[in-house]
């Protein structure tokens, strides 16, 4: 069966700096990778997701993910964070359901807290 | 705009009491789901449905009811028997239910005991 692990609750960053926040899953077949953020009492926004083809996948607010099938991870990256980053941020992997439905399954998320 | 609608976005409930949490979209997509959102646990699926008047159990439909009687709403039933309701709640959609497809969300509901 298909699951996630992000392996941080939280990451604080300074503002300007590099981040990246790791996300490892398991499956035995081939996998359709998302990352969706979250605001503070918001629903979940899709940031950017892979289906096939090239393995770094450039996303919405500048952020880009590397699928890596040999390491069985998908992290997400971004260069340079502002303020406004500061969120939680969910990786999820998609898994069959009966009668060819399919669903995600989410990580636990990661909080990221960018500072000044 | 087309989107998701959540309604409410705070309610309280009172031990023993049934509430229910409205959701309506306009996108025209056939897959409708929802979601329960608990701190540092991720999203976990109640209940999903591809098509009108058809729905399945997703992980923890204990204590949960839904009905999808028009394409565009897909309300969510807590009743009494869920001994922990006090959570996030989401609502869902995507175009069908194909694996590569995109869900999009509600803005979600919280949902508080008392």
């Known amino acids: 069966a298909q699951s996630v692990t992000q392996l941080d609750s939280q990451v604080p960053v300074f503002e300007e700096a590099p981040v990246e926040l790791r996300c490892n899953y398991s499956?035995?077949?081939?996998?359709?990778l998302f990352w969706y953020v979250q605001y503070p009492n918001q629903g979940l926004q899709l940031l950017l997701k892979?289906?096939?083809?090239?393995?770094l996948v450039k996303g919405i607010n500048g952020f880009e993910a590397e699928f890596n099938k040999s390491q069985t991870s998908f992290h997400l990256r971004k260069p340079s964070v502002h303020i406004s980053d500061t969120a939680e941020y969910f990786c999820?992997?998609?898994?069959?359901?009966?009668?060819?439905?399919?669903?995600?399954?989410f990580g636990a998320g990661t909080r990221l807290a960018v500072h000044p | 705009d087309g989107g998701i609608t959540q309604s409410p976005k705070y309610l309280f409930r009172k031990e023993g009491q049934n509430v229910t949490l409205s959701c309506e979209q306009n996108l025209n997509h056939d897959a409708m789901y929802w979601y329960r959102q608990d701190p540092g646990q991720g999203l976990r699926l109640i209940y999903y449905s591809q098509i009108v008047n058809d729905f399945q159990k997703g992980d923890i439909a204990e204590g949960y009811s839904v009905s999808r009687e028009k394409k565009e709403s897909f309300p969510l039933t807590v009743t009494s028997a869920q001994k922990n309701p006090t959570a996030f709640y989401l609502c869902a959609s995507s175009i069908n239910g194909g694996r590569g497809n995109t869900i999009y969300f509600g803005e979600g509901s919280w949902l508080t005991v008392v």
């Open positions: 892979y289906l096939s083809g090239s393995t």
């Open positions: 999820a992997v998609t898994r069959a359901l009966s009668g060819g439905y399919n669903k995600l399954i």
């Open positions: 499956s035995s077949v081939s996998v359709y």
